[in-house]
């Protein structure tokens, strides 16, 4: 038997995945179109202490995409490559091969979820995952809005970024933010 065409719901799921991370569209940045050019420098800079900075976002959108693959396969899953869970410590500085190996990270598991997501069974798409909250569905929609959650905060903190080495960032630490 040959390869059938994917649901068109499942197709639809899959194709949301990839807008939010790497393809065109039309609402401006995706994740990876936000992390397109940051330097490991860049990645490890906190707006202050005890804030997230790029490299930790990039790493949490890769590991919640290996949760939801955990959630929505029907086949084994591999743990996750790195020790913990939600947030994962980049404190700086970084080398380009540590940053090279989280964004690897970030598409590896990408990858892994679009697959699985072109490989569920429409049949499955109302059925609830994890702790009965969410539906298959909607892990795999709510992945999507995630990408792109997280894209807005890495494009608000590069510019942040500019506006402290400029001193601009002082002047609005300073102000409050207005």
């Known amino acids: 038997e040959g390869m059938r065409a994917p649901h068109a719901v499942v197709a639809l799921l899959a194709h949301q995945l990839n807008l939010a ?20 420098a860049q990645a ?4 202050q202490p005890g804030r997230h900075n790029i490299a930790e976002l990039a790493v949490h959108a890769a ?16 743990d996750f490559d790195l020790a913990g869970s939600n947030f994962f410590d980049r404190s700086g500085p970084i080398t380009k091969a540590a940053w090279t190996a989280d964004m690897d990270l970030l598409r590896r598991w990408h990858a892994t979820l679009h697959t699985l997501t072109l490989a569920t069974s429409p049949r499955r798409l109302n059925e609830p995952v994890g702790a009965g909250e969410f539906t298959v569905s909607e892990v795999i929609s709510g992945a999507a809005a995630h990408d792109l959650y997280h894209a807005g905060q890495i494009r608000l903190l590069r510019r942040m970024q500019v506006a402290a080495s400029s001193g601009k960032w002082r002047q609005v630490a300073a102000s409050g933010g207005k």
């Open 21 to 40: 991370f790497d393809s065109r569209s039309w609402h401006g940045p995706n994740l990876m179109g936000s992390l397109r050019g940051v330097t490991p």
């Open 44 to 47: 490890v800079w906190r707006p």
């Open 63 to 78: 590991y919640w995409k290996y949760r939801i693959c955990r959630l929505i396969a029907t086949v084994e899953v591999p």
